[in-house]
């Protein structure tokens, strides 16, 4: 049995172009929490242990740092607006400096340099690099890029398998496109490239270590660097990932760590062809578990993950690798197998400290059910840039607070209301997973909700609140 997965007008991503020239239009269960101070050595002992590629993150508490800007009296406008790009990257004051040039950063720099701000974007690595991720492109990514860009897309998906453990199997498919998969390397590249045709300036192979908030005469932010060096800026943008630094600085707090695994499995071109346009997920045998493959067709290769609640690395490994067995998948051989930890804040954690923001990863926004982090990066880092520049304009210490709770505003009533949902959500998944497989499967409009969802027609908080039966079924699976 087939549904259509919506009757609405096209997908924002179903485009008659190449899949690797689509054209973007202009912008329209117990769980574990911490604080942003670096992983734990037990938290870093249960990724390296789960798979040998996967790097912990660990680091001394950075230093506090001097109070935000309270009662300083003010300071004279900026001098106007010098050239962009100076001749030393470490010339001057920057407007914003971006700490990390993933997604979330790139937009934030992005957003800033189109502005005509001097905007720094700093990155350990250089591009293009590996990420662990599913490299999934739901609508409201899409919705969240530059202007004009091109998306390099390997696949689109119009087909969903779901399997419950492994069974129970249901395919159901959709006359309009679900969504795009990409390859993270390929597109974050793109993302920064487009950042720098605004005008930012890119300096990789700088490893950041904390902030420092000046006062006084400066009112400024430092960023410090692993090798002595310093960036100034009247506003920074920390999106450095998971384990950021900027976002200890800040004071970040998560409610939620999810442990997830991946292997990229280059196949043949035909086992390639089998899953064209296809992906498949599978409701785990842990608490709030769930696998997935999403087919990378133009380069014949599968990524093959799963993602769990943090504290059962063994556990989650084993679910891996007997997917990847149920799969039939397990006589190639990966090229790569990676970890990562997922962090979704508090509610009442801070976005902001001083002249710093935090968007992205480092500020713990993601959706709690799904883990989906790429269309949360992107439209928290766009207006991380947005707000940023206001900050940068900002002198009295009262106006800077000003700007920094609007970011918070902007964020909470869009992304926050979001996932409150997801949380909701995921409380009602690990009780009664097979609830919702049956719903998904065998529901006409529980299936219609799942693929406007990922097609950017409606979010998670907006099927809660319209429809009775999802309320209902998120209660009677919360019993």
């Known amino acids: 049995m087939t549904d259509s997965g919506s009757s609405d007008s096209r997908s924002p991503l179903d485009t008659e172009a190449s899949p690797l020239d689509a054209e973007v239009p202009g912008r329209p269960s117990g769980r574990s929490s911490g604080q942003a101070s670096g992983l734990p050595s037990g938290e870093a002992a249960e990724a390296a242990e789960a798979v040998p590629q996967v790097v912990s ?36 004051v920057w407007d914003v400096v971006v700490v990390g040039a993933g997604p979330a950063g790139a937009s934030a720099a992005h957003a800033a340099a189109v502005q005509g701000r001097r905007v720094l974007l700093l990155d350990k690595a250089e591009h ?6 599913g490299g999934g492109i739901i609508g409201p990514s899409r919705d969240s890029l530059p202007p004009d860009f091109r998306l390099p897309l390997q696949d689109r998906v119009h087909v969903v398998t779901f399997a419950y453990d492994g069974r129970f199997t249901r395919t159901r498919r959709s006359r309009q496109m679900l969504f795009g998969l990409v390859n993270r390397d390929e597109f974050d590249l793109r993302l920064v490239q487009a950042a720098k045709q605004a005008g930012a300036v890119l300096v990789t192979g700088v490893t950041v270590t904390g902030v420092e908030q000046r006062g006084g005469e400066h009112r400024t932010a430092l960023v410090t660097a692993t090798d002595g060096r310093t960036f100034e800026a009247r506003a920074v943008v920390g999106a450095d990932g998971s384990a950021s630094r900027i976002a200890r600085h800040v004071g970040v707090t998560f409610d939620q760590i999810d442990l997830g695994l991946e292997a990229e499995i280059p196949v043949p071109p035909q086992v390639a062809a089998d899953w064209s346009g296809r992906i498949h997920l599978d409701w785990g045998p842990l608490p709030g578990s769930y696998g997935w493959v999403f087919p990378k067709t133009e380069s014949s290769s599968l990524t093959v993950g799963v993602i769990s609640a943090r504290g059962d690395g063994e556990r989650t490994k084993q679910y891996l690798a007997d997917y990847i067995r149920r799969l039939g998948l397990s006589g190639f051989t990966p090229s790569v197998e990676s970890g990562h930890l997922t962090r979704c804040r508090a ?9 710093v923001l935090v968007a992205g990863d480092a500020a713990g926004l993601l959706e709690p059910w799904t883990r989906e982090g790429i269309s949360y990066a992107l439209r928290s880092g766009r207006l991380a840039g947005e707000w940023a520049v206001k900050v940068a304009e900002a002198g009295k210490a009262a106006d800077v607070r000003r700007e920094a709770l609007n970011y918070a505003f902007a964020i909470k009533a869009g992304l926050g209301v979001e996932m409150r949902a997801g949380k909701q959500l995921l409380g009602a998944f690990e009780r009664r997973p ?6 998904v499967c065998l529901a006409p409009p529980a299936w219609r909700a799942f693929a406007r969802t990922t097609q950017g027609h409606t979010t998670f908080a907006q099927v809660l609140r319209q429809y009775r039966a999802a309320r209902k079924l998120a209660a009677m699976a919360s019993r």
């Open 434 to 439: 097979y609830l919702f497989h049956a719903a």
């Open 128 to 133: 293009p690099r590996y990420k662990t991720c």
């Open 347 to 355: 509610e009442d954690s801070p976005l902001s400290r001083g002249r």
């Open 57 to 92: 993150e660990t680091a001394a508490e950075a230093e506090t740092a001097p109070e935000d800007e309270t009662g300083l009296a003010a300071v004279p406008e900026a001098a106007p607006q010098t050239d962009r790009v100076a001749s030393d990257p470490h010339d001057g």
